[in-house]
């Protein structure tokens, strides 16, 4: 059979998905990156539930992506992000959803004092801020052991700002 055909009809699953947005968010003059730490339910059942991933999020009907990666990064951290750009699109998980992430970098200011928690309460959000050295990045990432509590588009985003910096 040629590449590309198909033998027979077949019905196929697929959840249809807004795109999202994600942000590597770091200080030029720590080298720190900033993560956010928070609940993720789905993944309870296979460890502790929490993960540690960029800021990131749904974009809204009425949004550009820059404009969603800014409205999420001030709901789970309040910073203000300067040099946003956009550095690559790809697809979140394309065996059973058409849901894009638009990934985006951004520069912001380390704060002395940070809250408790930050996030959206009609959210239910409980997000806690995490600053990551370069190699507190390396380490993490090196270590299969810890590789679980990082989502894929975090794992994506990290190895790409290291390359940046």
């Known amino acids: 059979r040629e590449c590309g055909s198909l033998l027979r009809s077949f019905d196929r699953e697929s959840l249809l998905h807004r795109d999202a947005v994600a942000g590597v968010l770091w200080d030029p003059r720590s080298l720190k990156t900033l993560l956010v730490r928070q609940f993720r339910y789905p993944t309870y059942q296979k460890g502790p539930g929490w993960m540690i991933e960029c800021v990131a999020g749904l974009i809204e009907e009425h949004e550009t992506p820059e404009q969603a990666m800014i409205r999420e990064i001030m709901e789970e951290s309040s910073y ?86």
């Not at 040099?83 to 704060?111: D, H, K, T, W």
């Not at 997000?127 to 190699?135: D, F, K, N, T």
């Open 80 to 165: 203000q992000v300067e040099n946003l750009q956009q550095i690559m699109v790809f697809y979140a998980s394309p065996s059973c959803s058409n849901e894009r992430v638009i990934l985006f970098s951004g520069q912001i200011e380390a704060r002395s004092v940070e809250q408790v928690s930050y996030g959206g309460e009609a959210e239910t959000e409980d997000i806690q801020l995490v600053w990551l050295s370069i190699p507190e990045v390396k380490s993490l990432l090196n270590d299969p052991t810890r590789l679980i509590q990082f989502d894929a588009k975090t794992i994506v985003a990290l190895y790409w700002w290291l390359d940046q910096v």
